[in-house]
T-cell receptor
Framework: EDKVVQSPLSLVVHEGDTVTLNCSYEVTNFRSLLWYKQEKKAPTFLFMLTSSGIEKKSGRLSSILDKKELFSILNITATQTGDSAIYLC????????????????FGKGTLLTVNP | DTEVTQTPKHLVMGMTNKKSLKCEQH?????MYWYKQKAKKPPELMFVYSYEKLSINESVPSRFSPECPNSSLLNLHLHALQPEDSALYLCASSHGGRWQPQHFGDGTRLSIL
C-alpha cells in the first residue's frame, strides 16, 4: 500500500521566518509527487515533481525531490500571514505504460500558522 | 475561485432524502474525480472517470452513485446517507495523459441530519 508521511504535522512561525516542510513516501511505481496548499476550500496546486534533484520554484516557495531517499521538501522563505494553510503532499503512481493510474495518495498535511 | 465549479456549496439533507452534487470543468480534461474529505484529514479518493467511463471505485457504498453525462460534467447522486457521510466533497479534474496535476473545485460541504 502506498504511504505518504509529512512532518511536522503543525508548525507555528512568525512573519519573515523561513520554513521547511517534509514529505517522505513509499509508492509502487512512482510517477510524480505533488504539493498542494489548502486554506478553507479547494486544495490549490503548487508543484509537481517528477525528476530527482530538480528544484521547482515559484516566488518564495520552492521544492525539491530526492527519488533515491524517497522524500521531498517544500521551502517557504520570508513567510507571510497569507501562507497560513495546510500543505498537502501527494504521490501519484504510474501504470506500466508510464501514464498515470490517477490514484493520488495524500499525506496528513502540515498545518502552518504564520503569526504577525 | 477555481476552474472546477461545484454546486451547491453547502447542502443539508435528511437521511431519507435524494440529492445530487454537480461538478463542471471546461479545461478539456478527460479525467474527473470525486474525493471525500473529513475535518482535519486529507482528501480520500472515491471515484475516477476517465474518458467518461468509470475507471476506479474505491469500494464506495452504493448510497453514493456517480454519473458522468459528458466530458465536462460529473455528478454524485446521494440517497439514504448516514450522519457519518457528513464531509466536504471535492471534485477534481486532470488532463489524464500529460504531466498535468489534478485541479480541485471548492467542494460541497454536506451535512446529514
Amino acid at each position: 500500500e502506498d504511504k505518504v508521511v509529512q512532518s511536522p504535522l503543525s508548525l507555528v512561525v512568525h512573519e519573515g521566518d523561513t520554513v521547511t516542510l517534509n514529505c517522505s513516501y513509499e509508492v509502487t511505481n512512482f510517477r510524480s509527487l505533488l504539493w498542494y496548499k489548502q486554506e478553507k476550500k479547494a486544495p490549490t496546486f503548487l508543484f509537481m515533481l517528477t525528476s530527482s534533484g530538480i528544484e521547482k520554484k515559484s516566488g518564495r516557495l520552492s521544492s525539491i525531490l530526492d527519488k533515491k531517499e524517497l522524500f521531498s521538501i517544500l521551502n517557504i522563505t520570508a513567510t507571510q500571514t497569507g501562507d497560513s494553510a495546510i500543505y498537502l503532499c501527494a504521490v501519484e503512481p504510474r501504470l506500466g505504460s508510464g501514464g498515470s493510474n490517477y490514484k493520488l495518495t495524500f499525506g496528513k498535511g502540515t498545518l502552518l500558522t504564520v503569526n504577525p | 475561485d477555481t476552474e472546477v465549479t461545484q454546486t451547491p456549496k453547502h447542502l443539508v439533507m435528511g437521511m431519507t432524502n435524494k440529492k445530487s452534487l454537480k461538478c463542471e470543468q471546461h479545461m478539456g480534461h478527460r479525467a474527473m474525480y470525486w474525493y471525500k474529505q473529513k475535518a482535519k484529514k486529507p482528501p480520500e479518493l472515491m471515484f475516477v472517470y476517465s474518458y467518461e467511463k468509470l475507471s476506479i471505485n474505491e469500494s464506495v457504498p452504493s448510497r453514493f452513485s456517480p454519473e458522468c453525462p459528458n466530458s465536462s460534467l460529473l455528478n454524485l447522486h446521494l440517497h439514504a446517507l448516514q450522519p457519518e457521510d457528513s464531509a466536504l466533497y471535492l471534485c477534481a479534474s486532470s488532463h489524464g495523459g500529460r504531466w498535468q496535476p489534478q485541479h480541485f473545485g471548492d467542494g460541497t460541504r454536506l451535512s446529514i441530519l
